[in-house]
């Protein structure tokens, strides 16, 4: 199959659990994406070239991450897990390369289907 830009195969994705907050979801998946990037930064300049595409998923809780991370790994995927110091060391989000999408293909979006701007007004994301 042709390459394409853009495509399922050049995301990202960075899960998180479903039972934190927010705000803390959107940290979390951050720290798991620098520390992807500094892990493995060819597969990251690679995935940046071709489109810098984030898929941004959740898992239902910690147990159910870190399945999903036991599981890539054990399959000889690319992903890294983080673990959050200010939550006892509690594994709150994983980074998977985009092979990994079939392990995450049930999980649902992390962020809602609409925000409010600073003036009220609805903003699809």
């Known amino acids: 199959m042709p390459h ?36 493995f930064p060819a597969i990251t300049a690679a995935w940046q070239r071709d489109s810098g595409t984030l898929a941004m998923l959740v898992a239902p809780d910690e147990l159910a991450l870190g399945w999903l991370h036991t599981d890539a790994v054990l399959a000889g995927l690319h992903a890294v897990s ?23 293909r049930r999980l649902p979006t992390a962020t809602p289907p609409a925000v409010t701007s600073s003036d009220r007004e609805e903003v699809t994301l």
């Open 82 to 104: 983080f673990h959050e110091p200010d939550l006892d060391g509690a594994l709150t989000a994983v980074a998977f390369e985009s092979a990994a999408r079939y392990l995450l």
């Open 4 to 39: 394409r830009k853009g495509s399922q195969a050049d995301k990202l994705y960075l899960v998180t659990r479903a039972d934190l907050p927010p705000a803390v979801q959107a940290c979390q998946v951050a720290h798991a994406a620098l520390r992807f990037a500094i892990i």
